[in-house]
């Protein structure tokens, strides 16, 4: 599941592992494939009763009419792709781009840049956390967002694409570099280290994306933190949009399964035409060797924590309830997941189950709450001394209470859905 979902589950941000094939059409034309949706939602949609009466023949196109079906105003999720897209992603963590996450200044003058992929065409022009993108192709940020999107002023998603950006850099500097698009690989995991908090050794490390090879670079990380005598740990799920429900299991086996073996972790809730599938996964009853006897445990999360990120962070802290914190901004808001509908040459996703933790709790679309408000602070790097987020959690760690911070706890904790306007669509990556 990724949080999608296939035969046993795939879902996008909570559940997914393969596609489950769909129904079979004989052709591919825009109506044979629209028909094949609206079956299929009709089938598998957790929502299928909210679904309005149409004649899915009479839209132009399969987005058109999954927009038309997407229950509103809780469906922000449902979503199309490709089998070729889904396949990189998935299988090797990889898209066509040049390798960062960013988001626009607060004037509108600029993309902030949020975290750059090493090695990617991004990383290797100077783009850095903090970069302030100033103009692509020489047209002002402002004039973009102004007319339209950011993505939409990068070009197509196509191998050799060249664009040209203008970027300020943390230290003032101003460059205008030619960036060419290319297939650019997401590491899971950056950023880990090893340090000492009130005599203990202290494990830190920022997670991207819960897709396949995310189990080995887990693994590989968790080895380290247990040979160094890890008994804190600090997981940054900042910018993490979810991936697939067999890594987020895996990933809370090495955090719980030696501290609560064979307890339940979260069930996948099926609707009632489809209650077969309803399932509960429990931790490991034999730890795996690189799993951690952890007496704290801190997340870090974000408003782009979504799906996979939140069933992780919703599902630890009933085994942990005093040592555990999550500090920075409340989460998307993605108690559900997807199964996935292979369907021509693409991949349909939508909405098939909802996602409890082992205590019955989900539903949670205004986001997960957080016990430490505290921003995110480009101005430093990922586990740096300085960064609010980072060193809220370690304050945290260190002192049993959260710090004052820049951020207002009465903002975030009492966070209300925007009544002016639709609320963003979740993406599953959202780099570019």
Not at 51 to 58: A, E, G, Q
Not at 387 to 400: I, K, P, T, Y
Request: hydrophobic share 45%.
């Amino acid at each position: 599941m990724l949080m999608l979902a296939s035969g046993a589950l795939a879902a996008c941000g909570s559940s997914s592992d393969s596609s489950i094939v769909g129904p079979p059409i004989g052709e591919c034309s825009v109506a044979a494939q629209n028909q094949a949706i609206y079956d299929t939602m009709q089938q598998y949609y957790l929502w299928y009763e909210e679904l309005p009466n149409v004649d899915p023949t009479s839209f132009s196109s399969q987005q058109a009419l999954l927009d038309a079906l997407r229950f509103q105003p809780l469906d922000r999720f449902s979503y199309l792709t490709t089998v070729a897209e889904e396949e990189a992603l998935f299988g090797s963590s990889q898209f066509i781009g040049v390798g960062f996450r960013s988001q626009a200044s607060e004037d509108l003058t600029a993309q902030v840049v949020l975290d750059v992929f090493e090695d990617g065409p991004a990383d290797l022009v100077g783009l850095v956390r903090g970069s302030r993108i100033l103009a692509v192709d020489g047209v002002p940020i402002a004039e973009i967002l102004a007319s339209g999107t950011f993505s939409e002023a990068l070009g197509p998603a196509e191998v050799g694409y060249e664009f040209e950006l203008t970027f300020e850099q943390p230290g003032g500097a101003v460059v205008t570099a030619t960036l060419s698009k290319d297939v650019v690989t997401i590491p899971p995991v950056t950023a880990a280290r090893v340090f000492q908090v009130n005599g203990q050794n202290t494990g830190y490390l920022v997670f991207r994306n819960f897709v396949t090879p995310g189990v080995a670079a887990l693994d590989e990380v968790f080895a380290e933190f247990r040979l160094a005598g890890v008994t804190q740990l600090i997981v940054d799920l900042r910018y993490n949009g979810g991936g697939l429900v067999s890594v987020v299991e895996h990933f809370a086996d090495l955090l719980a399964s030696r501290i609560a073996p064979s307890q339940p972790f979260a069930s996948y809730q099926y609707n009632d035409k489809n209650t077969d599938r309803d399932r509960t996964f429990f931790l490991d009853s034999t730890a795996p060797p690189e799993a951690l006897l952890l007496d704290k445990l801190v997340f870090i999360t974000t408003e782009a924590t979504a799906s996979a990120s939140e069933m992780l962070v919703n599902g630890i802290p009933p085994y942990l309830p005093t040592s555990t914190a999550v500090v920075g901004a409340p989460s998307f808001g993605k108690p559900v997941g997807q199964l996935g509908f292979t369907i021509c040459e693409n991949v349909l996703r939508p909405v098939s189950f909802a996602v409890v933790n082992g205590l019955g709790v989900g539903d949670y679309f205004d986001g997960l709450p957080v016990d430490c408000p505290a921003a995110d602070d480009t101005a430093f790097g990922f586990g740096e001394a300085g960064e609010e987020s980072f060193d809220a959690a370690v304050h945290w760690l260190q002192f049993g209470f959260c710090p004052q911070t820049t951020m207002q706890a009465e903002m975030l904790m009492d966070r209300v859905p925007d009544a002016e306007g639709p609320q963003p669509m979740w993406r599953l990556n959202d780099a570019y």
